[in-house]
């Protein structure tokens, strides 16, 4: 099974590490790719060139084994649709290899707005990750769409390429880029928020400043 985290990692911090570290051990994933997106959807656009971002997540998880920076959506021109990005890693996968797309609560209660968003549930498995003692609030036509694809039995997912969803419960860490650009616009260190090999980039190119 392969876990998918696409964002725009501008920067990449152990928010982003930490969590996906958590689900891949939870549900035995072979791998995790990152993917860098290009033109955010449902976000501000980042303000890092695309391939700083990538290099900043190429050094996050060098020699982490089970990481993979996958770039594909940074070669788009056009904004990084997530069912764009799961019919290209069909097309590469084949269509048997179970997909587990990782997204939070928060994107999770906007995912009927999505473009395609069946389709998307289609294709792959969606993790949904929790803080622990986070409520999680369903409106009835979210709840209608997950009532009958929910599991609770991780092991369900590697029986299927995808159509099911998990609620997986990942470390709370209150870390954020927002929160990292300001403090370094402001003259403060993030160090400890992030990989010192990310935070060496953010100085060499004297980002966020």
Known sequence: MIGILGG??????????RTALDVKLALKLDE??????????????????????????????????GFVVDARELRRETASFTIDTLLSLREELGEEEPLCLLMGSDAFNDFLSWHRPLDIATLAHLIIMTRPGQPTK??????????????TDPTELS???????????????????????????????????????????????????
């Open 8 to 17: 725009t990692f501008d920067p990449i911090h152990f928010g982003h590490l």
């Open 32 to 65: 995790i790719r990152l993917i860098p997106l290009r033109q955010a959807v449902h976000r501000e656009q980042p303000g890092t060139p695309a391939e700083l971002r990538l290099r900043m997540v190429e050094a996050a998880i060098s020699n982490k084994p």
């Open 138 to 151: 369903i409106d009835p036509p979210l709840q209608q769409f997950l009532t009958p694809r929910q599991t």
């Open 159 to 209: 029986t299927e390429p995808g159509g099911r969803i998990l609620f997986q419960t990942v470390t709370q860490l209150d870390i954020s880029a927002t929160r990292i650009r300001a403090m370094v616009a402001n003259g403060d260190s993030p160090r400890f928020l992030l990989p010192d090999a990310v935070l060496e980039i953010i100085e060499q190119e004297k980002l966020y400043l």
